[in-house]
């Protein structure tokens, strides 16, 4: 129990501190050295506060990298072109209609992105995107587990100062950092989602 909540905390740290990765990785070494004399020498300490430190060494760690590769992501750097963007990708969240701009609905769903061209360039990646489709005017036909192609335009999500909510915050914690905006028109569904299970928790779900 102590374990996981050192290796959590850990986690939601990396959040709020950067520590290099060479210095995380010498810490973590340092104490698996300090655990094992203290294992021989029979020291109480060793049970309890190293194992626990040496956790919170790990959480930290890892989602750090999860964090650098994520700020590395290739969509963050296209949007500066400021161009129409194509991407294909499977859905892995339930779409949800909502009331955007004017009274217009909008269809908001994140999407498993696996390849994106920007003209005639062609990326294979693995990232996040929220996708709004505007001026959505039918019942959602979109489940999760189908596979799109989209054309839109892409933009960062903003911080919201002015309230105890952080937009962007919370898709970063989503290992989201672009929104792609499209219309109906510039939505394509390959295929239907073929694991069974997708498939029957989607039935169940309507």
Do not use: H, M
């Amino acid at each position: 129990f102590f374990l996981t909540i050192s290796y959590i905390v850990g986690i939601v740290l990396a959040e709020y501190i950067r520590i290099p990765l060479w210095l995380l990785l010498t810490l973590i070494l340092i104490f698996l050295i300090i655990l094992g004399a203290g294992l021989v020498a029979y020291r109480k300490a060793t049970y309890f506060i190293i194992p626990c430190l040496l956790f919170l060494l790990l959480g930290l760690f890892f989602a750090t990298i999860t964090i650098i590769r994520i700020e590395k992501g290739v969509l963050p750097k296209i949007v500066r072109e400021a161009k129409l963007v194509k991407i294909i990708g499977v859905v892995d969240s339930e779409p949800r209609l909502k009331s955007g701009y004017r009274g217009q609905n909008a269809l908001s769903f994140n999407l498993n992105v696996e390849k994106v061209r920007l003209s005639q360039t062609e990326w294979r990646i693995r990232e996040r995107v929220r996708v709004n489709i505007n001026r959505f005017q039918r019942e959602p036909e979109i489940d999760i587990g189908q596979r799109l192609v989209l054309e839109g335009q892409l933009s960062l999500p903003k911080s919201n100062t002015s309230s105890s909510f952080d937009y962007k915050k919370y898709l970063f914690r989503q290992a989201i950092q672009t929104i792609l905006n499209a219309r109906p028109d510039q939505l394509l569904i390959l295929n239907q989602t073929t694991n069974p299970l997708i498939a029957t928790a989607n039935i169940i779900r309507k």
